[in-house]
Structures are given as C-alpha cells and as structure tokens.
C-alpha cells in the first residue's frame, strides 16, 4: 500500500488571545491518499479552516505529526514551507486574494515566475481559458465579477500543476449559479492535473461529490 499524501497523528493547535490560551483542534488524527477527494464539514468554530491551514503549513501545529507527500512540516522553518508549497500545493480560499493592480494574465503567471518557469505567461494562459476567461486575461480584479476573481485563483492554484489542492469554502462568497461553476471547475482541475483534493465546505452539495467526508465538531473529528 502506498504512503498517504497526508498523515496527521494526534494533531493539536492551541492559540493564546487576549482571553487566554484556545484550544482549536484536539487530537486530530487523519490520512489523506494520492488521488483522494477529502470534504471536510462541520458547523462555523468547529476547526476545518485551521484544519486545512495546518495541512497547508500556514499554520504550525501545537503538538503532534503533520507529513505531507513524506515530509515532517513541523520541522520546517518559514521559508522553506513556502518553497515546499509553491512546489507541490495549490490553495484556494474563499476570499480571492488576488493582487489588485496586477491583471488576470499577471496574478496567475506571478507564481510560475517567482519558481523560475520560463513559460509562466503560456501556462497562465492556458489554464485562464480553461476556466472561460480567454477574453479577460488584461483587466484587473476591480473589473471583474466575484465569480471571474474566483475563476483567476483557481487557475493561479492549478497552473503549476500542483500534487495537492487545498480549497477554503471557494463557493462561499459566490452566488449558487457562479458556485456550482465553480465547484464543476474544482473538480475538473482536480481529474486534469490528477491533484489531491481537500476541501472545506458548508455546500452539502458539494461535500456529496468527495470521496470522503470528515464532520468536525469542536475541534474534533465527529466519530
């Protein structure tokens, strides 16, 4: 049997504020396989974001073992997580990120530039009209629609070809009709590039296409 792509082992992530410290998640123990599609729901509080944080070193974990494709990302400082996920991640959050005085064609190709891909301008290109925007590739984030601003972070994740997509709640800002494209877009990167897909949702709909489905409840996983 092959190794997971991602294996936590009695994960936990405690955060201090001004109340004291928080416990976020307990004990969290999961694995996710090469190729699987992993939806992670649960009620608002309940964890999945810092779960998919966690999973995508932007978050370092109080305790426990966090290994993705074979690595140990707790031993990982900053700079090296960066790299290790430009390489080998694409993420996706339900705010769009993009960089507002760069263009379409620009915030997808920025990425494959900083990796040193001398085809980050073809490869952007391509994967943009793959998600319909062939005739926006020049306007800017303010002179697109949330749904178009959606499509450019999805292609931004999916244009190095990334082993894993990580996706934050990407239809939550979105009307139902501009998020059921794009949750037919998450998937379709996810059978072209034959990425690892996990996926943070409330969409009921959505989560049914996963694989699998892990409900947390207060930090934990609900049995």
């Given at each position: ?29 999961l ?122 972070a ?20 979105l009307?139902s ?27 009921k ?19």
């Amino acid at each position: 049997m092959t190794s997971p792509v991602i294996s936590l082992n009695d994960m936990n992530l405690t955060l201090s504020g001004n109340a004291g410290s928080v416990d976020i998640l307990k004990g969290i123990s999961l694995t996710v396989q090469k190729g699987e599609t992993l939806g992670l729901i649960g009620p608002s509080g309940s964890g999945k974001s810092s779960l998919l944080m966690i999973m995508a070193g932007l978050e370092n974990a109080s305790s426990g073992d966090v290994s993705v494709m074979g690595n140990d990302l707790t031993t990982m400082n900053e700079d090296q997580m960066a790299r290790f996920r430009r390489d080998h991640m694409g993420v996706v959050f339900q705010s769009f990120h993009l960089i507002p005085t760069m263009t379409a064609l620009e915030n997808v190709a920025t990425p494959l530039e900083l990796a040193g891909d001398r085809e980050a301008f073809s490869k952007a290109e391509a994967e943009l009209r793959a998600v319909g925007l062939g005739e926006r590739l020049d306007h800017y984030p303010a002179q697109l629609s949330g749904g178009e601003q959606q499509r450019v972070a999805l292609a931004r994740a999916a244009a190095p070809r990334p082993e894993i997509l990580l996706a934050d709640e990407p239809t939550g800002n979105l009307d139902s009709k501009n998020g059921q494209a794009i949750m037919e877009m998450l998937f379709d990167l996810r059978d072209r590039h034959g990425s690892t897909l996990v996926l943070v949702t409330h969409d009921k709909d959505l989560a049914a296409r996963c694989d699998r489905i892990i409900q947390l409840s207060d930090g934990k996983i609900d049995a």
